[in-house]
């Protein structure tokens, strides 16, 4: 199909959704980070729908910055080891740094992520995290902010790919199977 929505196989969140529980993140990161001047860090490129639209929401002061990072080893998935492909344009010593994230899959990625930021010095690191994979965690990712846990399948949309295609879906589903044959 051309047609990237005809190739879902059914909806699991909704543009609706996604947008309420959005909201409802944002309020809660507007108290808690109130006064402190919290540095979002988006992790591209699965994070930019929901930095887009989570920082959008929120009311207090705040900054972003991205990074790019890539898992590499023999496997498809992620390996646990990373490797930068962009880094943050600043200094983050002394900053309260928050990173978004769009899907916690097996935790490798994120958990590299939050050794390799803490050891840069920060007042605080924490993670939102969109969605989250309880079954598919190989390691424990402390995260302080979550979406909404979902079961082990493969989703697309609102910023996840498949062969880097459907990020711009404007809701979370499962592929239909004839897209992968
Ligand atoms: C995906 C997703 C997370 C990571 C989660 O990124 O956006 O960043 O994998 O997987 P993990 O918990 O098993 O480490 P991907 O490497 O596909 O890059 P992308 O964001 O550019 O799609
Ligand atoms: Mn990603
Ligand atoms: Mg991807």
Not at 100 to 115: C, K, P, Q, R
Request: glycine share 8%; net charge negative; hydrophobic share 45%.
């Amino acid at each position: 199909a051309t047609d990237t929505g005809t190739d879902l196989e059914h909806v699991l969140l909704s543009e609706e959704q996604l947008a309420e529980r959005i909201r409802e993140l944002a309020a809660e990161l507007d108290r808690d980070y109130a006064g402190q001047d919290v540095l979002l860090v988006g992790v591209l490129k699965g994070a930019v729908m929901v930095m887009a639209d989570l920082s959008r929401a929120m009311s207090i002061p705040l900054s972003m910055d991205f990074m790019a990072v890539s898992s590499y080893g023999s496997g498809t998935k992620s390996s646990g080891v990373v490797r930068i492909l962009k880094d943050l344009d600043a200094d983050i010593s002394g900053r309260h740094v928050l990173i978004v994230e769009d899907i916690i899959d097996s935790g490798l990625t994120l958990s590299w992520l939050i050794a390799n930021l803490s050891s840069r010095g920060p007042a605080s690191v924490r993670v939102c995290a969109l969605l989250r994979k309880p079954e598919a965690a190989k390691v424990v990712v402390d995260v302080a902010y979550v979406g909404f846990d979902i079961p082990n399948e493969f989703v697309v949309g609102y910023g996840l790919d498949y062969s880097d295609r459907y990020r711009n879906l404007k809701c979370v589903g499962t592929l239909a199977p004839h897209v992968y044959s």
